[in-house]
Structures are given as structure tokens and as C-alpha cells.
């Protein structure tokens, strides 16, 4: 059984900062559906985004690659991507890779909002 | 005795016996017929037979290997043999006539030069009618059916009874007996009614091209009737020729009418069968060339496998062009284009023909035929310029169920096109789809094998970067495997010695398999190689491997990479983790997972990268060991569905006491799982035990 299931991303939205709620299974069949909604957050110049992980069952390298992609543009312009409410195993993928040294993964999505919230 | 020489013998023989039998007949002449009349028929009768016999044989060896023709030299074969025998037929008739005319049969009666002219002349007519008969039966054997060789059989047994009959009534000079009469009337009745009935195909006749079949049914015809004329004076006791010739050469007259009641019924009714046919020859003829048209498209489609489209269209749309006897034509591809016309030479029509043809564009992938462009105001507005388009037929395209473009075929002449030739038509429609479809798919697989070459080289190239063999190490035991999922994999590991001659160990993954991850393996190795010698631990390798890839490739892709250092003989190492899967250590029967703090490659600058990068160090007992790996061994599929994961690596690991039987053990139960898994990550494993008594 391939991993390339179902992968739907939830938008919220918290004053300036966009909170992305990705669902299910986050692989190279399904990065790009994440890469688009990325590409136009940023393209109307939002670059608060917090990615909630809650309901992320599994994540691959490609998807890891997403957020490489579009870190540096992001904080060129002030903002950030900030992680938030993984569970064990998607934590351990990031934290395998290093990620925790990199980019700011919380355990609540409160958490997350205060840093940008402090920020300013 | 070869052929040629037995052909020599018997012509020899047959001038022999002629010559003899000509001073014979003069010598008799010159004596008195009263007097040796008796004698003079018994002369008369042997020395005809001897003639005949050996006419006869001379020509039955001549035919004997020409008797079985081959179907395709039947129709030349015909013609020409046809003539000659309508020649001889000819000349026979007329020679008869001749002699049948009362001045000149005075003036050669009675004389010696009389009695030549009239040898030579009757010769030639034996030797003529044994050409004709020897045609008519070769015309027949070789269309032959079922029954016609045994009716062939009683037909030459009746006219040997014919002949026997003959030679009574020579002999005995029964002339008036009514029984004898009757009876040898009745035999070449029933002669005559098997010649009628005899079975020979036919269906020949109507497959002949329209002048052939005139010519059949003229010479069959002339045939019919000079036979006719002969045989009826042959048997006609007024005959003033063939009184004479009974003179000379008795009961051979008889052998005349066999032989021109044969040519006369066997031309008489290829007559009437080549007449019942011949108003069809033109349909005929149409229909076998349309068959002919077929067999060379087909010929061609097979033919045509690694041609180019357009030259298969083009060829297609000639021989379309040459079925239909059509006027022009062109086709018109997706794009609009027209690059094939023909019977259109003017440029500036190539508007109208381009918008009459989008006309066509959405109708469904059928032929259409448009009998008459004067029934429809549109076409004819949009023709009116091109006068030679009277009727059009149009034949879509398709390859792979898209439609590729249609192909039109125009007459000068209104009703010129008609509906039936939808049907071959339709055979053409699907026999460029064919051809088309055929080349494509060769040309896909001649790239298919082309790239599958290109990988298989790749693979070669890709395995030299790797370490051929592993240094043998003082009281430390190697063993690595690595399978790449495809041709080509990401994954890399390798042992290279240190500026201060320390070997350190390297495995590592580059994310993603196949090509782009085996060229990020590629360039990894030309950094290795370069820094290896620069710097003294695996750390600071790993450092220099930042320093140098950082930003320099895409931001997507990720290398991880771990390292062990062998700092002495004495079990003392050192392990570094950038990013990669952390590292099993097997100490006796206990089993840590080592997982030194450290970031991917490329993924941080050097001073983040620098800053959490943690190097340990490990003192390994006797019979210790440390294993490295890539992903692509924990995340195979096992017989559950789920992931593999560490666990079986590590009973392995406990179950084996040399880095060789671990490897092995490992490899032989992931093989299993291999089996069921569609795709798998490339794998690799890297054991180092440390055994101080192998050496």
C-alpha cells in the first residue's frame, strides 16, 4: 500500500498570522497541493504562518522540502514558518533531520502565536 | 539417357521413318495401285502408326516437365501457347481448303510432285493437331478439379476404342454393317459427351484483365470454328483431302477428328464462358486492383515500422489516391496545416481548401463521401474557385483514439465517387491508424532501449564511485552491502583515510532515488574526495562537507550523513550524525541507539551547522560492533503492511558475531520483504565489529 493517501490543508486565520492545519499524509504525491497554498500565502505578502500538525498522520522528505523551499523568502521579509502540535512520530522525522535548530516547533499552537505576538 | 539427347533420338527416328516412308509411297506409286493394294494399305497402315507414335512420344517427352506450371507464368503462358495454336489451327484450314478447291486438287493428284507436296503437307498436319491437343490438355490439367484426371483417363481409353474401330473398318472393310456403325458411333458420341462434361476451372476467366478476355474470346472463337470446319470435313466421306489423305496415311484421319472435336468443344466453350463474363471484366478488373491496392497496403504497413509519419502518409495517401483513380487530394493536420496536396497547384487556394476543410473538423470519425459539391451551396461557395472538385470523400486520422487530421480525395466528375468504396476505404482509414500507431510505439521503443543502455551505464559508472573493496584495519571487521532501488540510487558510503592517516568511515542518503539523487551522490564524492586529506576527524569533515554544499544545492533536496572515525587499534572511535539515522551499537548482548545531536547537509550555514553538531566517543569491547544504515532498510514493508523499523536490524545484529555474517543475515530476510514491496528506498548497511583475534 503506497503512503500517497489523502492530504486536504485547513486555513485559519489569527489577526496577521495565517495558520495552515495540514491533514493526513504529506509525501511527494501530496507536497505539491502544500507547495501551491504556500506559494499564495506568501504571494499576498503574508508571512506570519503557523503549520498545525495535529491531524498529520505521516510526513516523507519531500515534505520536509516544502518548508526548505520557502524559509528563506519568508524571513528575508520579516516572518516566519513556525511548527506546531506534532505528534511523536512526525516530530521525530524533523527532529532526525535537525529541524528543532532551525525552525521553532512548539508544542501548542498558542505557543507558537505568543513568539510572533513577543516578536513584535 | 538425359533429356535432350532422348528429344534428338526420337526426331531422328520420326525423320527417319518419314523418309522412308516417302520413297515407299513414291516407289508404290510408281509400281501400280492395282497391284499391290493389299500390301500398299498394310504399308500405308504401319508406317502412318509409326509416324504418329513417334509425333506422339516426341511430344509427350517435350511437355512431360513443362506439365505442372506455376499459377503465376499460367496467364503468359496462355496467351502465347493461345496464338500459336490459332496459328496452326489457321494454317491447318487453310491448307485443307486448298486442296478441298477441285483445280488444285487436279493439278496435284496424279504426279510425283503431287505426292511430296501432299507428304510434307499431311505431316504437318499430324505434327499440328498433336500441338493442339497437346494445348487443349495442358489447358485443362492445369486448371484440373477433382475428377478431371480420371475422365481425362476414359476419354484417351474412348478414343482408343475410337481408333481400334477405325482400324477394323480399314482393315475389314466394314462400310455398310449397321451394328458396326451404330457402335462406333456411339463411342465417339460418348467421346464427345465427356469432352462436354469434362471439369476444368474457370473462375481464371473472369480474374483476366479486359484485354486478355478479348483476346480469349476472339481466338477462342476462331478457334471454335476452323476446328469445327476441320473436323467436319475429317469425317466427311466427299472430303477431297481427305480422300487423299487417307491414301497415304489411313486410319490417321481418325486421330484429325479426335483431335479437332477436342479443340473445337474445349474452345467453344471458353468462349461462351469467357462471354458470359466478359460484360463484368470491367468491375472485374476494379475489384482485383482495389485487392491489389489492399495486399500492397498491407505489405507496406508491415513494411513501414521505422518510417517517419509523414512519409507513411504520404505513401498511404498515394496509394488512396491510385485506388480511388482519384484526381487529387490532400491532408490537413491538427495544427491546420496542409503538407501533402496533390491535383491542387495553386497556393492561393490553399485558404479555401483549409476552411472547407474545417468544415469536417468536428463530425464524428467517420468517412464521408460528398457525391456532388453542387448540392450544397456552402461547399460550392467556398470551391467555387477550384473548379476541378466535383466529389469528395473525406477519411479521418486517428492514432491513439485522437484525431490527427483528415485526408480528402477529390474527382473532376460529379457522382464520380462512389459509396461502395467506403468499405476499402475503411480498411485504409484503419490501416494508417495501424502504421501510425506501430511506428510511434517502435520509436518509443528504440528510446526505451536507448535510456534502459544509458542506465545500465550509469549503473556501472555509479558502482566505481564506491569503494571497490575495504581496507583491511587491524583488529576491526568490515562488511558493507548496498542495493539501490533502481539502475541508480542516492544512497553513498565510503572509507578514506584522514590527513593523519586515520580511516573514517562514511554512509550516507541523499533524499529522493533514481537519477537526481545518484548525481547529488556524485558530486558528494568529488567533495569527499577533495576534503577527505584536509582534515583529521569525521567532524570536521562533515564541517568542510557544510562549508562547501551549503547553498550550492537545491533547497528541497537533503544529504545526510554519518561518520565514524577509527582513532586506534584498540576500539576507540569516535561517531558523528549530520542529519542521518542514528547508529546501532552492539555491546556483548546490549544494544544502544546512538543518536549524537546534528543537522542535515546543506540545510544550515556554518556556524548553526558547526554549533550543533555533536561528535561521541565510544570504546568498543571485543566483539562489539557499530552499524550504520540508510532509511530505505527500516522503511521497507513487512508482511503486516507496516514499517520494518529497527527491531529486526537489531536482533540480526545480536544473532551475529562478524560484521560478514551480519550483513548477510540481514540482506537475506530484507530479500524477502523485497519481493512484496512495488517500490522500496535504495538500501545500505555498513557493520564494524571490533575482533583483536582475526588477525
Not at chain 2, 477405325?166 to 482393315?171: H, P
Not at chain 2, 485506388?323 to 491546420?336: C, R, S, V
Not at chain 2, 522503511?635 to 520494518?644: F, H, Q
Request: charged share 20%.
Amino acid at each position: 500500500m503506497e503512503k500517497s493517501e489523502k492530504f486536504y490543508i485547513n486555513k485559519r486565520e489569527h489577526n496577521d498570522i495565517v495558520i495552515l492545519e495540514l491533514n493526513g499524509y504529506l509525501d511527494a504525491h501530496t507536497s505539491p497541493i502544500f507547495e501551491k497554498e504556500l506559494e499564495s500565502i506568501i504571494e499576498n505578502k503574508i508571512y506570519k504562518i503557523i503549520i498545525n500538525f495535529k491531524n498529520l498522520d505521516y510526513i516523507s522528505s519531500a515534505g520536509l522540502g516544502v518548508f526548505m523551499g520557502y524559509i528563506e523568502n519568508v524571513r528575508n521579509n520579516n516572518g516566519d514558518i513556525k511548527l506546531t502540535e506534532m505528534n511523536s512520530k512526525v516530530f521525530s522525522v524533523f527532529d532526525l533531520l535537525g529541524f528543532p535548530a532551525l525552525f521553532d516547533i512548539d508544542i501548542t499552537e498558542i505557543d507558537s502565536i505568543k513568539r510572533f505576538e513577543n516578536k513584535n | 539417357m538425359n533429356f535432350l539427347t532422348k528429344k534428338i533420338l526420337i526426331l531422328s527416328l520420326l525423320v527417319l521413318i518419314f523418309v522412308v516412308k516417302l520413297i515407299g509411297d513414291i516407289i508404290l506409286f510408281s509400281i501400280s495401285d492395282e497391284l499391290l493394294k493389299i500390301s500398299g494399305s498394310l504399308w500405308n497402315y504401319i508406317t502412318s502408326i509409326l509416324i504418329l507414335s513417334f509425333s506422339l512420344i516426341y511430344f509427350y517427352i517435350e511437355s512431360k516437365n513443362e506439365f505442372n506450371i506455376k499459377y503465376d507464368e499460367l496467364n503468359s503462358f496462355f496467351n502465347v501457347n493461345l496464338y500459336q495454336t490459332t496459328f496452326l489451327i489457321f494454317i491447318s484450314f487453310i491448307i485443307i481448303s486448298f486442296y478441298n478447291n477441285i483445280n488444285i486438287y487436279e493439278y496435284i493428284k496424279d504426279s510425283y510432285f503431287g505426292l511430296i507436296i501432299k507428304s510434307f503437307t499431311f505431316l504437318y498436319l499430324i505434327i499440328s493437331s498433336i500441338i493442339v491437343i497437346n494445348f487443349c490438355l495442358k489447358t485443362i490439367w492445369s486448371r484440373r478439379k477433382k475428377n478431371t484426371r480420371e475422365i481425362i483417363v476414359v476419354l484417351t481409353i474412348s478414343a482408343f476404342i475410337v481408333l481400334i474401330f477405325s482400324s477394323i473398318e480399314y482393315f475389314f472393310k466394314i462400310e455398310h454393317n449397321l451394328l458396326f456403325n451404330i457402335s462406333s458411333v456411339i463411342v465417339f458420341l460418348f467421346y464427345v459427351i465427356l469432352l462436354l462434361y469434362l471439369p476444368f476451372k474457370k473462375n481464371w476467366i473472369s480474374f483476366l484483365s479486359k484485354k486478355n478476355k478479348t483476346i480469349l474470346l476472339l481466338l477462342s472463337l476462331i478457334n471454335f470454328i476452323f476446328s469445327l470446319s476441320i473436323f467436319i470435313d475429317s469425317i466427311n466421306v466427299e472430303s477431297l483431302f481427305f480422300k487423299e489423305f487417307n491414301n497415304l496415311y489411313s486410319i490417321t484421319s481418325t486421330f484429325i477428328s479426335l483431335t479437332f472435336a477436342f479443340s473445337a468443344i474445349l474452345n467453344a466453350r471458353l468462349f461462351l464462358n469467357s462471354m458470359i463474363t466478359y460484360p463484368s471484366a470491367k468491375i472485374f478488373e476494379r475489384k482485383n486492383q482495389e485487392l491489389n491496392n489492399l495486399t500492397n497496403l498491407n505489405k507496406f504497413i508491415s513494411d513501414s515500422i521505422n518510417k517517419e509519419p509523414e512519409f507513411i502518409l504520404k505513401t498511404i495517401f498515394n496509394l488512396a489516391l491510385e485506388t480511388l483513380e482519384a484526381n487529387g487530394g490532400w491532408i490537413i493536420n491538427e495544427k491546420k496545416e496542409i503538407n501533402i496536396i496533390y491535383g491542387i497547384n495553386k497556393e492561393s487556394l490553399k485558404n479555401q481548401i483549409i476552411q472547407f476543410s474545417s468544415l469536417f473538423e468536428n463530425l464524428p470519425n467517420e468517412i464521408q463521401i460528398i457525391e456532388s459539391i453542387s448540392q450544397n451551396s456552402l461547399y460550392e461557395k467556398i470551391l467555387k474557385d477550384i473548379n476541378n472538385i466535383k466529389s469528395i470523400i473525406t477519411i479521418p486520422i486517428s492514432v491513439f483514439e485522437k484525431t490527427k487530421g483528415i485526408m480528402f480525395i477529390f474527382k473532376n466528375e460529379d457522382y464520380g465517387i462512389d459509396f461502395e468504396v467506403i468499405k476499402i476505404m475503411g480498411a485504409f482509414k484503419e490501416n494508417i491508424k495501424i502504421a501510425l500507431e506501430n511506428a510511434h510505439l517502435f520509436r518509443e521503443s528504440i528510446e526505451k532501449e536507448r535510456i534502459k543502455r544509458e542506465l545500465l551505464l550509469a549503473q556501472e559508472m555509479q558502482k566505481k564511485l564506491l569503494p571497490q573493496s575495504l581496507p583491511k584495519i587491524i583488529n576491526y571487521n568490515l562488511s558493507v552491502k548496498t542495493l539501490p532501488a533502481n539502475e541508480v540510487g542516492g544512497d553513498y558510503y565510503d572509507i578514506v583515510k584522514l590527513k593523519n592517516g586515520k580511516y573514517c568511515i562514511i554512509v550516507g542518503d541523499v533524499s529522493g532515488k533514481g537519477i537526481s539523487a545518484a548525481f547529488y551522490m556524485a558530486q558528494l564524492k568529488g567533495v569527499v574526495l577533495a576534503k577527505s586529506l584536509e582534515v583529521n576527524t569525521g567532524k570536521e569533515l562533515l564541517i568542510e562537507i557544510n562549508k562547501t554544499l551549503y547553498g550550492k544545492i537545491d533547497n528541497k533536496i537533503f544529504i545526510t550523513l554519518s561518520t565514524i572515525l577509527i582513532d586506534d587499534d584498540n576500539g576507540n572511535i569516535r561517531l558523528c550524525r549530520a542529519g542521518h539515522l542514528p547508529a546501532i551499537h552492539k555491546n556483548n548482548t546490549k544494544i544502544e541507539i546512538l543518536k549524537p545531536n546534528g543537522i542535515g547537509i546543506s540545510l544550515a550555514n556554518n556556524s548553526i551547522f558547526e554549533k550543533n553538531l555533536e561528535e561521541i566517543n565510544i570504546k568498543l569491547l571485543e566483539n562489539s560492533a557499530v552499524i550504520l544504515f540508510t532509511d530505505g532498510i527500516t522503511e521497507i514493508n513487512s508482511y503486516n503492511n507496516e514499517e520494518l523499523g529497527l527491531e529486526p536490524i537489531v536482533e540480526i545484529c545480536k544473532q551475529s558475531n562478524n560484521s560478514a555474517e551480519f550483513v548477510d543475515k540481514l540482506f537475506n530476510e530484507l530479500y524477502k520483504y523485497i519481493k512484496i514491496n512495488l517500490n522500496h528506498d535504495d538500501m545500505t548497511v555498513f557493520a564494524l565489529y571490533y575482533k583483536t583475534n582475526l588477525n
